[in-house]
């Protein structure tokens, strides 16, 4: 397998790829149809943010399974288009945390002391003290924008220097923002009360532009910092507000457009402490980033769960070898309940109960719907079987009971067109042995594997003698047969059987042709 990776990350993360034994090839700023062709015949990709991962790459590489983002922002991935075409996307989001929040804490205080300023003005030999009346940050208040990752760091370096902290994150309990020692405000009042405000949310079309010129006014003086994004701060309205004395400061990392031009208005302010995108560049980070992205890939390659996937379900590490066989039941169960249900399906149930239903089972969940769907010839993996369902407007639902009567764990999943209906529950044996134990309420002991024949007869004698015979007078051979049947004698059967190979339609047809039998499904695993 190829991993391409099209900008610069730490040797440590290219040499983790090598050692796991794949091809690994670097393409650093390419773009157009250079990057489409580099991509054609990738598994595995890995930018910054130099490179734009646009809808038609992703459909130049039709092998990809995979983008890492060696960084946290994803706003050059077009993630809902990674989504369609099942390519996971995940990010890095703890190798440059300690980094960006440290470098914001210093822009914070830069800004503050005027440091860089009083620097310049000694260098070209002005002893300038008089000039530079700094402010503290003890008993001051911080509004923190945005209390993610990097933003609970923050707010925890600033809180041991005697700050206050307010913060404003609609994606946040109050318990955990109480956890960080911050008061969980509004956003207006996070503005208006913040000495020192900093923001750490992501660029997207809701917060572009979050913090223009009123947003600015509501803050009426202090310090605003901005390590996070560029585009979610207005660049001249922060450049006139300073300028103006609304602000008393500001401290800018990043920019709408980098590398930044000269005529940026940020740059002309004196005022304002500007760096190069500085915030995740220091060598402890870089090879943590690079480590970490690496890692991603070669769990995707290895369709193992991926830690920080966006769009796909994850795991913790510690509980995926609990969960992973029956990731493999509940595919399985969805893609025999998904041909034996005939006609379109509306909704899908996946029921889990015993020791199963104590788990995190998103991921199973995923991968019986990706099960469900991949009789239907739909381009599926665990990564877009959800948004598939969603698009084809097919219900979804989830349900646990720790109670179970016969297993110590179970899974089901359920199928539903209308009125009708069809259930498939999956077990372990012996800790690691698939068994399908219910097929339509019938109990059996079935192994899933290969091609398995659905027979439903009435229970009399000969029945299974005669499918044993017309499947050997065509040469198809069984391996295996479980039988089955729900009352008493003489009413109805249900027995699989496990087969060397497919049979051709004139075999069911003859099969079909015998009174004693009610129906015949073939299933492909």
Known sequence: MKVLVTDPIADAGL?????????VETAYEVEGDALLEAVSDANGLIVRSGTQVTSEVLEAASDLVIVGRAGIGVDNIDIEAATEHGVIVANAPEGNVRAAAEHTVAMGFAAARSIPQAHVRLKDGEWAKSDYLGNEVNGKTLGVVGLGRVGQEV?????SLGMDIVAYDPYIGQERAEQLGAELVEFDDCLSRADFLTVHTPLTPETEGLISTDELETMGSGYLINCARGGVVDEAALAQAV???????AAVDVFADEPVSADNPLLSVDDVVVTPHLGASTSAAQENVAVSTADQVVAALREEPVMNALNAPSVDESAFPRIRPYIDIAETAGKIAA???DGRIGEVEVSYQGDIAAEDVELVTASALKGVFTPLEWQVNAVNAPQIAKERGIDVTESKSRQSEDFQSLVEVTVRNGDEEMTIAGTLFAGEDPRIVRIDGYRLDAIPHGYMLVARNYDKPGVIGFI???LGENDVNIAGMFNARRAKAGGEALTVYNLDDEIPDDVRETLLGDDRIIDVDVITL
Do not use: W
């Not at 040499?15 to 091809?23: F, T």
């Not at 707010?155 to 809180?159: C, I, L, N, V």
């Open 15 to 23: 040499d983790r790829l090598r050692e796991a034994g794949y091809e």
């Open 155 to 159: 707010a925890k370096k600033f809180d």
């Open 243 to 249: 300028e103006d004395g609304v602000l008393d400061g």
């Open 339 to 341: 041909q034996l249900l």
């Open 468 to 470: 044993g015979t017309v």
